[in-house]
């Protein structure tokens, strides 16, 4: 596809449920980010893959959330037993160099998580 | 902790009228200031990245303008539309890592 894909788009949950949100990034982008955006709030960094190694996770809010790309490609991001407050937009971004902090990110649509 | 503020938080306005918003950042280990746009159900989308202090950018009637020294950028829209309704976000990168910092965003609405 041309642009960043999520899915699903709108997840409702069950307090205590686990959830998993798929990100498709640009084909040949080696930079992923995960951003959860709160109601109100501007997004903020989760974390962070150059390829397959999760080089930053110093965003995730606890040990309930837990992201990975196996194969340098497609990320899942999981947070188990879900709490109200991880109702929030969680949205993917993929870029395609490796170590410039000013390249474009290019943004998924977002996931929007409501608990329960 | 890095701290990014947007003003005004939302701001409506009158078809061609021209506005204004503003993003302060850290003015130390500056590298990137970025600005995006983000209709309702779309994706955030890139409008300008600048680095140099001074830098101004321009896209049809939207332009921004950078100084890294006092910490600020302002993005302009000239003549707005009820097309550029959506949330206008800046986003700042600081030293050599591509971690970027979001505002609040701006919540424009344009009546026709």
Not at chain 1, 27 to 42: I, P
Not at chain 2, 43 to 61: C, H, I, Q, W, Y
Request: one cysteine or more.
């Amino acid at each position: 596809g041309a642009g960043v894909s999520q899915s699903p788009r709108y997840k409702v949950a069950k307090r205590g449920q686990d959830v998993a949100l798929r990100c498709d990034p640009i084909s040949g982008h080696v930079s992923l980010f995960w951003y959860q955006q709160a109601l109100g709030q501007g997004p903020e960094f989760l974390t962070y893959f150059q390829n397959e190694a999760q080089l930053d996770k110093s965003g995730l809010p606890s040990d309930r959330f837990f992201a990975e790309r196996p194969e340098g490609s497609v990320s899942t991001l999981k947070i188990q037993r879900t709490q109200q407050e991880d109702s929030a937009v969680y949205l993917c971004a993929s870029s395609i160099r490796r170590d410039r902090s000013y390249n474009e990110q290019f943004f998924g649509p977002g996931t929007r998580l409501t608990v329960l | 902790i890095l701290n990014v503020e947007q003003s005004p938080q939302s701001l409506h306005v009158q078809e061609g009228d021209s506005t204004n918003f503003t993003c302060s950042f850290p003015s130390s280990n500056f590298y990137a200031l970025h600005w995006y746009r983000w209709e309702t159900a779309k994706s955030p989308e890139a409008l300008f990245v600048m680095t140099l202090n001074g830098d101004e950018k321009k896209k049809g009637r939207i332009s921004a303008t950078l100084n890294t020294k006092e910490g600020y950028s302002y993005l302009y829209i000239k003549g707005s539309q009820p097309e550029d309704s959506a949330t206008y976000l800046c986003a700042f990168s600081s030293g050599g890592y591509q971690k970027v910092t979001f505002g609040t965003g701006t919540k424009l609405q344009v009546i026709p």
